[in-house]
Nanobody
Framework: QVPLVERGGGVVQTGDSLRLACIAS????????MGWFRQSPGKKREFVAS????????EYAENVKGRFTVIRAVASNMVYLQMNNLKPEDTAVYYC?????????????????WGQGTQVTVSS
C-alpha cells in the first residue's frame, strides 16, 4: 500500500486558489508529522508548510505565509494544502511527506515517506 498519495494539482491563473490533498494510509496521521514540499525545474526541493503530529504546531515558509494553510483531517486520513493568491513562482511539483518523529520540521531529510508529487502550474 502506497503510504502517501497527492491529488489536486493543475493549471491555474495568478491570483487563483487551489487545494492539494494528501491521502495517508492507515494511522499515519496519528503517528506522523506531515509536511508539504515543492520542487521547480533546476531548483532544489524546498519546504512549504508542515503540521506536527498532534496538530498544535504549524510552520510555513516565508514566501507562502499568509497565502497557504495546512489542514489536518485525521478522521479522513487527509492532509490538505490550501493555496490562495497563487503566483507564477509557486509553479512546482508539490510533495507531501511524513515524519516519524512527529515534529514535521522544515528539513526534508527528516521525513521518512514521500508521495509521488502533483504538478501545480500558475500562469501569469
Amino acid at each position: 500500500q502506497v503510504p502517501l498519495v497527492e491529488r489536486g494539482g493543475g493549471v491555474v491563473q495568478t491570483g487563483d486558489s487551489l487545494r492539494l490533498a494528501c491521502i495517508a494510509s492507515g494511522r499515519m496521521l496519528l503517528d506522523y508529522g506531515m509536511g508539504w514540499f515543492r520542487q521547480s525545474p533546476g531548483k532544489k526541493r524546498e519546504f512549504v508548510a508542515s503540521i506536527s503530529r498532534n496538530g498544535n504546531r504549524e510552520e510555513y515558509a516565508e514566501n507562502v505565509k499568509g497565502r497557504f494553510t495546512v489542514i489536518r483531517a485525521v478522521a479522513s486520513n487527509m492532509v490538505y494544502l490550501q493555496m490562495n493568491n497563487l503566483k507564477p513562482e509557486d509553479t512546482a511539483v508539490y510533495y507531501c511527506a511524513a515524519d516519524q518523529t512527529g515534529d514535521a520540521p522544515s528539513d526534508d531529510n527528516s521525513y521518512d515517506h514521500w508521495g509521488q508529487g502533483t504538478q501545480v502550474t500558475v500562469s501569469s
